[in-house]
């Protein structure tokens, strides 16, 4: 049986990394997690449907869920053009733009929520232009779309720039020879290959909205009904000392939260499959290795 | 190679090249949709940090840096960084050679199980702490009884960073130890050499680089941490505040150049890690074509 489950080896070690990699991740990671679900346990099924399904919390989901729908597809617009434009054209600073895509992975959220508030306030540099037009950008729904474009940027410019840099130029040289304009080569041959990549990071940008919190809190303005999103909802639950309910939103999002992450390890799964059905022979094992990075 | 194949007739060579390329207008508008979506999410918002710093002049900047609370802030962000990354790392370069090196039935299993904590909510990663170490959570009576606090204390706030930085370090390595395979171990091991000493001298450097990267990355989300940190912390001044729920503070009590000068601490520290990030990624890309070239001598 034991053979069965581990191949042999000769390097030695496995039994303490692997003791101490399942003893960690159970201590910090397993066991608090599935307290959670065992707090919610002591509710009874109406009580913690009655608390899921009040109109503040379903609210609250539509606003989480719509404007990470919402900021996940700009994501996804501009960041195949920001992908494409870094990988196949060539302009002054283009490293520095590169480099500067990851930002809002290293700015901390609390920093950019004050940033964006800032900008986008009826004074701000932005809002000032948008307030006379009647757009009321910070405190309100559009808002929390700004900010939720800002923490998902760099995931679809990142999934898809690797595969843009691997296309082979010699389908699109074949499709050109064969006949087919530019725009038929871009939507019949590139884009279909992107198209995984993309969705992939599309549904990453959205999952890291859903669950959004510092970015958010500062611009929304966080008012019941309008503009509160989930997170900001569990902890105005906890302030006023109501685990039970804190602990059955908190449920409904990692419930969300481990359908998304099923979902975007499929369209990994998938992209992957679709590399490797590829007219090219050798597959890169960048891709393969990307592919997981980003996993 | 493919743009060494010419037509003979010139015509047709233009041809091609227009048809595996834009027109110039449409590429510069590209261009400029680019540039101009990327300056305006991310160009004004570092802009506006450090504007709004100044805005009130040195003295209000390096006051603000320098006041007991946020001294205290800094101190904290320091310790919960410090033991955190430490952990992580260790935790990282174990899974790494765990799932890179060994075929086990589970594998991918426990690959999604590390990144679990990336898709939980940072609001969430603090809650099942206080769920576990509050007052009224599971452990928290008998907490209560020994004197031990861990909500609203600096322990809670540690606990937190290791919780949302758990998998930056082993998900940057475990691809790359993958991908470099056992042959060396095994060379090196068939040559008499010990597990630690294949580890450090043949692995180790085989996967430094890539070490770096996630060092680097974890430490800047453990210094930056807001949503979870905010949970578990109580918020008490210069006692339970890091640096970002420091400027939440000064924020709130609308002190916009304090908050901003505290804020420009952390933005430096963005910057520093992108730059960081762009010389690791150029360091590697340097070295795995080093490598390369040898292994393709020595065929």
Redesign the interface.
């Known amino acids: 049986m034991k053979v069965q489950l581990k191949q042999k080896s000769i390097l030695p070690g496995f039994g303490l990394a692997m003791g101490f990699v399942v003893l960690y991740l159970s201590l910090l990671v397993l066991i608090p997690l599935s307290a959670t679900f065992l707090k919610a346990s002591s509710l009874s099924w109406q009580q913690f449907w009655h608390i899921v399904s009040s109109h503040r919390a379903v609210a609250s989901y539509r606003l989480s869920f719509g404007a990470s729908a919402i900021a996940a597809s700009i994501n996804l617009i501009f960041g195949l053009i920001v992908a494409w434009v870094l990988v196949r054209y060539t302009f002054p600073g283009k490293r520095l733009l590169d480099s500067l895509v990851d930002l809002p992975f290293a700015l901390p959220t609390a920093v950019a929520g004050i940033a964006l508030t800032t900008i986008y306030s009826p004074n701000g540099w932005i809002g000032r232009f948008l307030e006379p037009l009647g757009i009321k950008s910070a405190y309100s729904p559009l808002g929390v779309v700004i900010a939720l474009t800002f923490t998902g940027l760099p995931f679809v410019v990142r999934t898809v720039q690797p595969v843009l840099d691997d296309l082979d130029k010699e389908m699109e040289e074949a499709a050109a020879s064969l006949g087919a304009n530019r725009w038929q080569t871009i939507s019949k041959i590139i884009l279909p290959a992107v198209m995984p990549a993309a969705l992939t990071g599309f549904s990453m940008a959205f999952a890291r909205a859903v669950g959004e919190y510092g970015s958010v809190v500062f611009i929304s303005g966080n008012m019941p009904m309008k503009t509160e999103i989930t997170p900001l909802l569990i902890i105005t639950k906890l302030e006023q000392y109501d685990y039970a309910g804190a602990t059955a939103i908190a449920v409904v999002m990692l419930i969300s939260s481990f359908a998304l992450l099923l979902t975007i390890n499929l369209l990994q799964a998938w992209s992957g499959g679709r590399l490797k059905r590829g007219s090219r022979e050798d597959v890169n094992p960048e891709i393969a290795e990307l592919g997981a990075v980003t996993n | 190679m493919?743009a060494s194949?010419t037509f003979g007739n010139p015509a047709a060579t233009m041809g091609?090249a227009?048809?595996?390329?834009?027109r110039t207008w449409v590429?510069w508008s590209?261009?400029g949709?680019?540039?101009t979506?990327?300056a305006?999410?991310?160009?004004?918002?570092?802009a506006?940090?450090f504007s709004?710093a100044l805005a009130k002049g040195f003295s209000v900047y390096f006051a603000a840096v320098r006041e007991p609370d946020a001294l205290a802030a800094i101190k904290l962000t320091l310790i919960a960084a410090g033991i955190s990354v430490p952990?992580n790392l260790?935790?990282g370069v174990?899974?790494a050679?765990?799932?890179g090196?060994?075929?086990?039935?589970g594998k991918s299993l426990?690959?999604?199980?590390?990144?679990?904590?990336f898709?939980?909510?940072?609001?969430?990663s603090g809650?099942?702490?206080?769920?576990?170490f509050?007052l009224?959570?599971?452990l928290g009576p008998w907490l209560a009884a020994h004197d031990i606090k861990i909500i609203f204390a600096a322990p809670g706030i540690v606990?937190a960073t290791?919780?949302v930085t758990?998998p930056f370090v082993a998900?940057?390595l475990?691809?790359?130890v993958?991908?470099q395979g056992?042959e060396e171990?095994?060379a090196a091991?068939?040559l008499g050499a010990s597990?630690w000493q294949?580890?450090w001298r043949v692995t180790l450097p085989n996967i430094k680089w890539g070490l770096l990267y996630g060092v680097i990355?974890c430490n800047?989300r453990a210094?930056?941490?807001?949503?979870a940190v905010?949970?578990v912390s109580g918020h008490i001044r210069g006692r339970t505040n890091t640096?970002?729920?420091h400027?939440?503070i000064l924020?709130n009590e609308y002190q916009?150049a304090p908050?901003?000068a505290v804020?420009s601490l952390?933005?430096l520290?963005?910057?520093a890690?992108?730059?960081a990030?762009?010389a690791v990624e150029w360091k590697a890309r340097q070295y795995s074509e080093e490598m390369a070239k040898m292994s393709g001598e020595s065929l």
């Open positions: 493919a194949i091609a227009r048809a595996t390329t834009e590429r590209l261009i949709i680019a540039v979506f990327l305006t999410f991310l160009f004004l918002p570092l506006i940090v709004s952990l260790v935790f174990a899974a050679w765990a799932i090196k060994f075929d086990f039935v426990l690959i999604t199980l590390i990144d679990l904590p898709s939980v909510s940072p609001v969430v809650l099942i702490y206080v769920l576990i509050g009224q959570g599971l606990l290791m919780f758990f998900r940057e475990i691809p790359l993958e991908a056992t171990e095994e091991l068939t597990g294949t580890f990355l800047a210094m930056g941490e807001f949503g905010s949970v640096i970002p729920l400027i939440e924020y916009f908050a901003f804020a952390l933005a520290l963005a910057l890690t992108l730059f990030k762009s």
